[in-house]
């Protein structure tokens, strides 16, 4: 079976950081997209980053450039979410999840997903 495990968030207040964690088992790791997704309180799910692990291919959404980063274990199957700068804008559930196959519409489309973690809290204090 396919599991995917978030871990690391937490409360920081705002300029800190945090370092997310997803573990993955049940499928080719080598072989898929891995993304990071998060979702506030009233607000649709928003795709963050993304590693496409075939070839280390990077994606990462405008809001977070230059602040996260996304990079993988190949020897461990985890994929990170390195958080730097966070603001409280950032507070959300984080979530990673899998795809297997292509990404129909594109890696921030979240439905483009077959697999999902059961998602980790990053709360930002201002």
């Known amino acids: 079976d396919v599991q995917l495990q978030a871990s690391g968030g937490g409360l920081v207040h705002t300029g800190g950081f945090l370092r997310l964690s997803c573990a993955a088992s049940g499928f080719r790791f080598d072989y898929a997209f891995i993304g990071w997704f998060r979702q506030a309180p009233g607000r649709e799910r928003e795709a963050v980053s993304c590693?496409?692990?075939?070839?280390?291919?990077?994606y990462g959404a405008d809001s977070v450039k230059g602040r996260f980063t996304i990079s993988s274990d190949y020897d461990n199957h985890r994929v990170y979410l390195q958080m730097n700068n966070l603001q409280p804008e950032d507070t959300a559930v984080y979530y990673c999840?899998?795809?297997?196959?292509?990404?129909?519409?594109?890696?921030?489309?979240?439905?483009?997903?077959?697999?999902w973690g059961q998602g980790t809290l990053v709360t930002v204090s201002s």
């Open positions: 590693i496409r692990t075939s070839d280390g291919y990077l």
């Open positions: 999840a899998a795809a297997v196959n292509d990404l129909t519409g594109g890696w921030k489309n979240w439905r483009a997903y077959a697999y």
